[in-house]
């Protein structure tokens, strides 16, 4: 079965400085792999996707994630973080069988400190 | 465009009263899930559906109730609420196979059995 592991249940960064959450999945084939982020009150916002090809994936709010085969990994990062990226932030695999659904890590709450 | 939505967006309920989540989505989208969200926990999928006519179970999906007639509507149904149930559900919604593509998520509804 798949499985996504977020290994971080809490991280606090300053304001501009760099920003990486770790996101660890197990999967038997080649994975679809998502990052989503949700603000305090609000649904889950797609920010990238992963599913084959360059393996340095860009997304939106000038998020990026790096696909590694070898470590089972699919790290999220951002060079300079703003106080509004403070929220919470769910990794994902995505299956093609079974109803073809989404398999979610148990989060990471990211804090920026001013 | 409305995307997916939910409705109530919060509702107090007494243990053993019933109840029923509205899901709607207005974007053609074949493939719909419920998700509930516990602190600590991630999303667990509850039930979802790949069609109108089609159900079947998630991981966590005792207590609980679907029906999907038509290709909008998704709604979710609690016969005898239990205070287990106190949750924060969500509904999505994806075109194609959600584990390829991902989800659209509804702004959720946050439910306190008491």
């Known amino acids: 079965a798949q499985s996504v592991t977020q290994p971080d249940i809490h991280i606090t960064v300053s304001e501009g400085a760099s920003l990486e959450l770790r996101c660890n999945y197990s999967?038997?084939?080649?994975?679809?792999l998502f990052w989503y982020v949700q603000s305090p009150g609000q649904g889950l916002q797609l920010l990238l996707k992963?599913?084959?090809?360059?393996?340095l994936v860009q997304g939106i709010k000038g998020f990026e994630a790096e696909f590694k085969r070898s470590q089972s990994s699919f790290n999220l990062r951002k060079p300079s973080v703003h106080w509004s990226d403070a929220a919470e932030y769910f990794c994902?695999?995505?299956?093609?069988?079974?109803?073809?659904?989404?398999?979610f890590g148990t989060g990471t709450q990211l804090k920026v400190e001013l | 465009n409305a995307g997916v939505t939910q409705t109530p967006k919060f509702r107090i309920l007494k243990i053993g009263q019933s109840m029923t989540l509205q899901c709607t989505q207005d974007?053609?989208?074949?493939?719909m899930y419920w998700y509930r969200q516990d602190p600590g926990m991630g999303l667990k999928l509850i039930y979802y559906?790949?069609?109108?006519?089609?159900?079947d179970k998630g991981e966590v999906p005792n207590g609980y109730n679907v029906s999907r007639s038509t290709t909008e509507d998704f709604p979710l149904r609690l016969e005898l609420a239990a205070p287990s149930q106190t949750s924060v559900y969500f509904c999505?919604?994806?075109?194609?196979?959600?584990?390829?593509?991902?989800?659209?998520f509804g702004s959720g509804t946050r439910l306190t059995v008491v």
């Open positions: 999505a919604s994806s075109l194609r196979t959600g584990g390829q593509y991902g989800y659209t």
């Open positions: 999967y038997g084939a080649t994975p679809y």
């Open positions: 992963y599913f084959s090809g360059d393996t």
């Open positions: 994902a695999v995505g299956s093609t069988g079974g109803g073809n659904k989404l398999t």
């Open positions: 974007m053609n989208h074949n493939y």
């Open positions: 559906s790949v069609g109108a006519g089609i159900t």
